[in-house]
């Protein structure tokens, strides 16, 4: 059982940065690939960023694309999310997923562990 603990959520204004981290109990963590997803009051939880074990493939949705970062720190057994020029339509629970296997996947049943989740505010 992989356990994710999200942190680095708040309340920001537009235009400011945060970064999310997420560490996982895993210690084969740099086995999986990582990912993060989001869901905003009355959406469904939609794909944010993923990344590969080895950080070899990165893939974003395309609303975030230009703006957030993901990185992983294996030693750290650490995943990141790195938000620029956070905008109000941002304002989302973001979660942190583990999949199973090295390769990653924008999809929800692509993952297989997930985090509780960090509320990320984003006033205009």
């Known amino acids: 059982q992989v356990q994710l603990v999200e942190a680095g959520g708040g309340l920001v204004q537009a235009g400011d940065s945060l970064r999310l981290s997420c560490a996982a109990s895993e210690r084969t963590f740099s086995r999986l690939a990582m990912g993060w997803f989001r869901q905003a009051p009355g959406k469904e939880r939609e794909f944010v960023a993923a990344?590969?074990?080895?950080?070899?493939?990165?893939n974003y949705a395309g609303s975030v694309k230009g703006r957030f970062i993901i990185s992983r720190d294996n030693a750290k057994n650490t995943v990141y999310l790195q938000m620029n020029s956070l905008k109000p339509e941002d304002t989302a629970v973001y979660y942190c997923a583990a999949r199973l296997g090295s390769i990653s996947g924008s999809a929800y049943d692509d993952y297989h562990y997930w985090g509780q989740g960090t509320q990320v505010t984003v006033s205009s």
């Open positions: 990344i590969t074990w080895n950080s070899g493939v990165l």
